[in-house]
């Protein structure tokens, strides 16, 4: 089992900068590679951006440019830079884990962008 705990969100204006971080606890050896979703409002859940163990990165069209995804020394850490944040970026973001044989989840932190 992965347990993943993400921090950083928060109330920011458009042009603003956000940066979250999630730790990953358990058997983290078993963790192929982590990433970033979110979810607006009366949308679906979506893929932001996601880091390999090989620190392979790949992102969505919407935030290219502006937003980087890193891993932290430890095997555990991934963290989530926003750049330019705009309104429609504001989303519960998780923060996601990809195991040998599931998927795993975090509780979500909140970004808000104000206009």
């Known amino acids: 089992q992965v347990q993943l705990v993400e921090s950083g969100g928060g109330l920011v204006q458009a042009g603003g900068s956000l940066r979250l971080s999630c730790a990953a606890s358990?058997?983290?050896?078993?963790?192929?590679?982590m990433g970033w979703y979110r979810q607006a409002p009366g949308k679906q859940r979506e893929f932001v951006a996601q880091?390999?163990?090989?620190?392979?990165?790949a992102y969505a069209d919407s935030v290219k440019g502006r937003f980087t995804i890193s891993r932290g020394n430890a095997r555990n850490t991934v963290y989530l830079q926003m750049n330019s944040l705009k309104p429609d970026d504001t989303a519960v973001y998780y923060c996601?884990?990809?195991?040998?044989?599931?998927?795993?989840w975090g509780q979500g932190t909140q970004v808000t962008v104000s206009s």
């Open positions: 996601a884990a990809v195991g040998k044989n599931k998927d795993y």
């Open positions: 358990g058997n983290i050896f078993s963790i192929n590679a």
């Open positions: 880091v390999t163990s090989g620190s392979s990165a």
